[in-house]
């Protein structure tokens, strides 16, 4: 039981190239999300996916995309990084009935 | 829009020594709040969560609170040790499943 698993673990990207981040998790849960954490905040939430089909906007939605491919992966697309987007990010799942969330070990990105 | 802090931003204690975490949110409307533990360069791992009805919750050497009327939470941790050196985040669910999280508190314990 892996838990929640994301590639890569790191990246650099220069402006303006894309990249997916992949996320996938083997507990069954419905709900999905992807965090940013950035120095001296807290995560802050892009997107997340109640249930398999189903995708909605959070906090901090502007440059991404994102793709529930099937109950277990959602995915996070970056279509044109800007430097902005450096940043540690996070994908998480939970049961629907907002038990605990689950943390993957997080993606660095860098983008110069 | 729900806010929350947490308070000190840092914190160093020698080891062996009982401390508290303090964690404030502006709407007292939450379903939960969840605490987890952050190591450097690491992910989150999920320490306490307390649901909306309940005061507190325990596990070993930790003791959440939950006051929703005021707004506040505290983590308080028994008997420090260097082991337990990390950054602490609070986290609240205002609604759905989407949580709201807190700067974070980065602890060291002196041995």
């Known amino acids: 039981n892996a838990g929640v698993t994301q590639t890569p673990k790191f990246q650099v990207l220069k402006t303006g190239q894309s990249m997916t981040l992949q996320c996938a998790q083997d507990m069954n849960h419905n709900s999905m999300y992807w965090y940013r954490q950035d120095p001296g905040m807290g995560l802050r939430l892009i997107y997340y996916s109640a249930s398999e089909g189903t995708t909605d906007k959070g906090e901090v939605p502007n440059g991404y995309n994102v793709s529930r491919l099937n109950k277990r992966e959602f995915s996070l697309r970056l279509e044109s990084a800007a430097p902005s987007q450096t940043s540690v990010y996070f994908c998480?799942?939970?049961?629907?009935?907002?038990?605990?969330?689950?943390f993957g070990p997080g993606t660095r990105l860098t983008v110069t | 829009k729900q806010e929350v802090t947490q308070i000190p931003a840092a914190l160093s204690v020698p080891e062996g020594e009982n401390l508290v975490l303090n964690c404030s949110f502006t709407?007292?409307?939450?379903?939960?709040l969840q605490w987890f533990r952050q190591d450097p360069g690491k992910g989150l791992t999920s320490l306490l969560l307390i649901q909306s009805s309940q005061r507190e919750q325990t596990s070993g050497r930790l003791n959440a609170s939950l006051d929703k009327s005021s707004g506040r939470s505290t983590l308080y941790i028994a008997a420090s040790q260097p082991g337990d050196s990390a950054t602490y985040l609070c986290a609240v669910r205002p609604d759905g499943n989407k949580l709201v999280f807190g700067a974070g508190t980065i602890l060291r314990v002196k041995s």
């Open positions: 709407d007292s409307a939450i379903y939960n």
């Open positions: 998480a799942s939970s049961v629907p009935s907002g038990t605990e969330q689950y």
